[in-house]
C-alpha cells in the first residue's frame, strides 16, 4: 500500500475539436486541465521533421540544458546551460547516444527557448523568433489577442523529465511530435507539494521518499498523455510535472487570465509571482527572518501562531 502504482489518480479529460465558445463558457470558469483534441494546429504536425528544421533554422544558437540525468532537478541543479546551434540540438536530442557530447554520451537537451537578448530579459515570443517556421502552427484563438503574453519552443530529449512547477498565466501546451506524460496537481494540494519558489523539491514523483515528504501521501495525481497534435490548457497555478517519452517538440503559450496590472512587468519568463502575491512573500520571508532572533522555544511558539493565523485567514476565503 501506498506504493507509486496504488496512487489514486485522476485521469485529465480528452475532449475532441472544442470551439472557442464552448472553451469559453464551459472550460475555462472551471480552472481545471483538459487535453483537447482534433485541433488544426496547422502544418508543423507533418512538416516538422529533423531534416526541415536543420533547413530552415538550423544556424540560430540557442541556450539549452544539458543533463547526465534524465531527471532534471532546477533546485539542485543537475544540469549544465550550454549554447549551441538548432542543427546540433535537434540531432542530439533525437538521437539516444552521441557521437559529440558535453557530459555523457547519454546525456538528455531540453530547449526552453528565450527571446534574443543575451541576458534573457526577452520575453520569448515563438512567432518573431522562429519567423522562418511561424507560419507552420496555428495557436487556438480561444483567448483575447490582448491577453496574450509569451509562446515557447520547446524541444526535449525522450526520457527528459521537467521538474515539477508551477507558472501564473493560464498555458496552453501544444504538443506537435512525441508523446508526454503530463502529471498535473491541484492548487489546493500546494501545501502537499514541498515547494521551494516555484518548484516542487519532490523529483521523482512515482517514487518520492515519504519519510522526507510524508505529505505528499495525501496528493491526488491528474494525469493525461498526450499525442502529437493534443493541445492541453494547464490552468495558472496548477503544477505540473513533464515527461516525454520520445523526443519531443511543443510550442507553449501563456495567456493573461487576470487584469494586466496583477503582473510584474519585468517578468520576462511569466512565472513571477503575482504582484499582491510576490510582496506578501517578502513581507513573510522578513517575518520568518526576524523569529530567527529568538531563542528557539521563542521562535517555535510565534511559527505555531503564524501558522494558525495563516489557517484562519484560509478559512475564512
Ligand atoms: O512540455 C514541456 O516540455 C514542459 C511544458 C511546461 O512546463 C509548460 O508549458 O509550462
Not at 480528452?14 to 463558457?25: K, N, T
Not at 532546477?74 to 535537434?90: D, Q
Not at 506578501?280 to 517555535?300: G, H, V
Request: aromatic share 12%.
Amino acid at each position: 500500500m501506498g506504493k507509486k502504482n496504488m496512487k489514486d489518480k485522476i485521469k485529465i479529460p480528452r475532449c475532441d475539436g472544442i470551439s472557442d465558445e464552448e472553451f469559453r463558457e464551459s472550460i475555462l470558469p472551471k480552472r481545471e486541465p483538459v487535453i483537447i483534441t482534433g485541433l488544426d494546429i496547422g502544418l508543423c504536425k507533418s512538416l516538422w521533421t529533423v531534416d526541415y528544421l536543420s533547413n530552415k533554422i538550423g544556424d540560430k544558437q540557442v541556450k539549452v540544458h544539458v543533463s547526465k540525468d534524465k531527471q532534471m532537478d532546477f533546485i539542485k541543479k543537475n544540469f549544465i546551460y550550454k549554447t549551441i546551434s538548432f542543427r546540433s540540438l535537434i540531432k542530439r536530442a533525437s538521437e539516444r547516444e552521441h557521437e559529440e557530447f558535453f557530459l555523457d554520451k547519454n546525456e538528455v537537451y531540453y530547449l526552453r527557448a528565450l527571446g534574443d537578448d543575451p541576458r534573457g530579459r526577452d520575453v520569448s515570443d515563438f512567432k518573431k523568433h522562429y519567423s522562418g517556421i511561424s507560419d507552420d502552427i496555428i495557436f487556438p484563438a480561444y483567448f483575447e489577442p490582448s491577453q496574450y503574453f509569451s509562446s515557447v519552443f520547446r524541444i526535449g530529449s525522450s526520457g527528459c523529465q521537467l521538474w515539477t512547477h508551477y507558472d501564473i498565466m493560464d498555458n496552453m501546451l501544444i504538443q506537435v511530435k512525441g508523446r508526454k506524460r503530463v502529471v498535473l496537481f491541484n492548487p489546493q494540494d500546494t501545501q502537499n507539494l514541498y515547494l521551494n519558489g516555484d518548484k516542487s523539491e519532490i523529483i521523482d514523483i512515482d517514487n518520492p521518499d515519504y519519510e522526507k515528504f510524508p505529505k505528499f501521501k495525501n496528493v491526488m495525481f491528474y494525469e493525461g498523455f498526450l499525442e502529437p497534435g493534443d493541445v492541453i490548457f494547464i490552468p495558472a497555478l496548477w503544477m505540473h510535472n513533464v515527461i516525454s517519452l520520445d523526443f519531443g517538440i511543443a510550442v507553449n503559450v501563456f495567456w493573461k487570465n487576470l487584469d494586466n496590472s496583477f503582473y510584474n512587468q519585468k517578468d520576462p519568463y511569466g512565472n513571477r509571482d503575482l504582484v499582491p502575491a510576490e510582496k506578501a512573500l517578502q513581507s513573510l520571508e522578513t517575518a520568518l527572518k526576524s523569529l530567527k532572533e529568538l531563542p528557539k522555544d521563542y521562535s517555535d511558539f510565534y511559527h505555531r501562531r503564524i501558522l494558525s493565523r495563516v489557517e484562519r485567514s484560509l478559512n475564512e476565503l
